[in-house]
């Protein structure tokens, strides 16, 4: 069995995003042959998108092409003729809030872009086809921590919503066809050239500038906060092993080459202490505005990151603290803060 990626050819969807970008870093040094795909939309800056892709242009085994994922057969004339060993769909509309204010944005990046990605398994199949979902599919549940074995019934934005339908859409094109395929559940993922539109980098700016930082339900909010590497790290190693056997962890249904996994810290951490990190990271006091919780959030999430560590034998385990100072010591690089 290979341990390596090493001369394998991966098809990276979103590969301008937060976690693609980093993750096609991590495979062209690990000596795989990387075909990068985005759409480069303006949802935040498009400049650290293009900081990103930069990173990964002077290496001669990425190839980066951009490409609308809803649009009929733009991906499968892609996938077609690069013929990838392995394909990981990161391409999609992120933001929970976003969703309620543009809807129709999510049901054609998510809901259309990762039907074209299933099209082009079927008509062009790959050893395996790994793909985002979110933690987002817990919704209302109160259980804790949440374990992919837990009911995912009650979304609460429509972000979500799209995740589980792209997980049951998977699972229905592997029972179907055969499409060997892992779904991964990711937990609140930050590091350096993360997103601006998450907290860690909304708070970070607002710290720096001065500006208010708004505190959601009053700092009564717990997240599993997990660093962009070991989300890296996860997906390296369960591309390579696709899903084999009935009883393997993860698995949806015995019969059906489909699996499920958490990728958490297992370490949710309370908004408040977030906050008072990044005060002594920046050396500034936060001007605090406490506002009600928004909706589509929730008030925790906590990773049951068990099936995972006994399918891969890894799981996220960085500290917040130590995450969040290389956060802001690249920040401070970026935008050139002394």
């Known amino acids: 069995m290979n ?33 990068g795909c985005d759409n480069i939309n ?15 242009r002077p290496n001669p085994n990425f190839a980066f092409h951009r490409v609308e994922l809803s649009e009929a057969g733009a991906l499968a004339s892609l996938w077609r003729d690069s013929k990838p060993d392995y394909v990981v769909h990161l391409g999609a509309q992120a933001g929970v809030r976003h969703s309620i204010e543009r809807p129709r944005a999510y049901a054609a990046a998510n809901l259309d872009g990762f039907l074209e990605v299933l099209e082009a398994a079927r008509e062009t199949p ?44 998977a699972q229905t094109y592997a029972h179907l066809y055969r499409i060997p395929a892992t779904g991964l559940r990711f937990f609140t993922v930050y590091g350096p050239m993360g997103r601006p539109d998450m907290a860690y980098w909304g708070f970070t700016s607002a710290l720096f500038s001065g500006a208010p930082v708004q505190v959601f339900n009053h700092g009564n909010v717990w997240r599993d906060f997990t660093y962009v590497d070991e989300i890296v790290e996860a997906i390296a190693r369960l591309t390579l092993h696709p899903p084999a056997e009935p009883d393997e962890p993860g698995r949806v249904a015995p019969a059906t080459p489909h699996r499920i996994f958490n990728i958490g810290n297992d370490t949710p951490v309370k908004v408040d202490d977030f906050l008072k990190i990044l005060e002594r990271l920046t050396g500034r006091t936060a001007n605090r505005q406490d506002v009600p919780m928004q909706p589509g959030d929730v008030e925790r999430t906590w990773a049951d990151v068990s099936a995972l560590r006994a399918a891969i034998g890894f799981a996220p385990r960085t500290p917040l603290d130590e995450g969040l100072k290389r956060f802001v010591d690249w920040y401070r690089e970026y935008h050139q803060i002394r």
């Open 126 to 169: 790959v050893r395996h086809l790994v793909y985002a979902s979110s933690s987002s599919v817990y919704g209302a549940n109160t259980k804790v921590p949440f374990s992919e074995r837990d009911p995912v019934e009650q979304p609460v934005s429509l972000y979500a919503a799209t995740k589980r339908a792209n997980e049951l859409m």
């Open 42 to 56: 303006a949802y935040y800056d498009p400049a650290l998108k293009h900081a990103r892709l930069d990173l990964l």
């Open 3 to 35: 341990h390596t990626l090493a001369g394998a050819h991966v098809l990276v969807t979103g590969a301008a995003g937060f976690i693609g970008a980093a993750l096609c870093q991590r495979l062209l040094a690990e000596g795989a042959r990387v075909t």
